[in-house]
């Protein structure tokens, strides 16, 4: 079988962190995935998205708290909160924000998907405008655990060959 690349590497170690390390995450750190997350392709490059970096620490407390109370969200060195543009759909921002969190990563960083969100109230305290809505959430950090990784179904179960119902399997 082929050895993993760098990039293959890191998508099949990616997995949700849920505990941090108080450290803060390095300015040149925070570029690299913020660029990552610029160059992703959006739908005819209209880019309607918009991405707020958290690092205030007073201020990430009250993000983690709009996130369900997710405290562990706050102890991360930053939380990225992407911001859909009024009147969007999902997809733009979903890939925008796996971009920063593959890069984030490549860099030796924990990250976490978060969806549950009071959205209202942490576009309030952002200070969004009129019609912009907070899509996702990620903290990014240094991990304080390794957690067992989730289980994923089988290929089968998963993937079709040519046509809906034609069985395609692999060797994970
Ligand atoms: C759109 C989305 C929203 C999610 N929201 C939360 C969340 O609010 N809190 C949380 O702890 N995990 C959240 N997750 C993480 C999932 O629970 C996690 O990705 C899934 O269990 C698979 O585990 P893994 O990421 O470790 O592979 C979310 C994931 C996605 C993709």
């Known amino acids: 079988m082929t050895a993993l690349n760098p990039t293959l590497q890191t ?3 990616r997995q ?7 450290e803060a995450v390095p300015a040149e750190h925070l ?3 913020l660029e990552a997350a610029r ?6 490059n209209r880019q309607n998205w918009r ?7 007073a ?16 102890d991360a060195g930053a939380i990225l909160v992407l911001v859909k543009l009024p009147d969007q759909g999902d997809t733009n921002g979903a890939i925008v924000l796996d971009h920063a969190i593959l890069a984030a ?16 109230e942490l576009g309030a305290l952002l200070g969004l405008p009129e019609g912009y809505v907070v899509q996702n959430v990620t903290p990014v950090g240094i991990a304080a655990d390794t957690p067992p990784r989730r289980p994923r179904k089988a290929p089968e179960e998963l993937f079709m060959a040519e046509l809906w119902g034609q069985p395609l399997t692999y060797e994970p």
């Open 51 to 57: 991405l707020i970096v958290v690092t205030e620490p």
């Open 16 to 22: 949700s962190i849920r505990r941090y390390r108080d």
């Open 105 to 120: 990563t490549s860099l030796g960083y924990g990250t976490c998907w978060v969806g549950a969100i009071n959205r209202a």
């Open 39 to 44: 160059r992703a392709p959006t739908g005819s």
């Open 59 to 74: 201020l990430k407390k009250q993000v983690a708290a709009l996130c369900m109370d997710q405290t562990w969200i706050g």
């Open 11 to 13: 998508m099949c170690q």
């Open 31 to 33: 570029r690299l995935i």
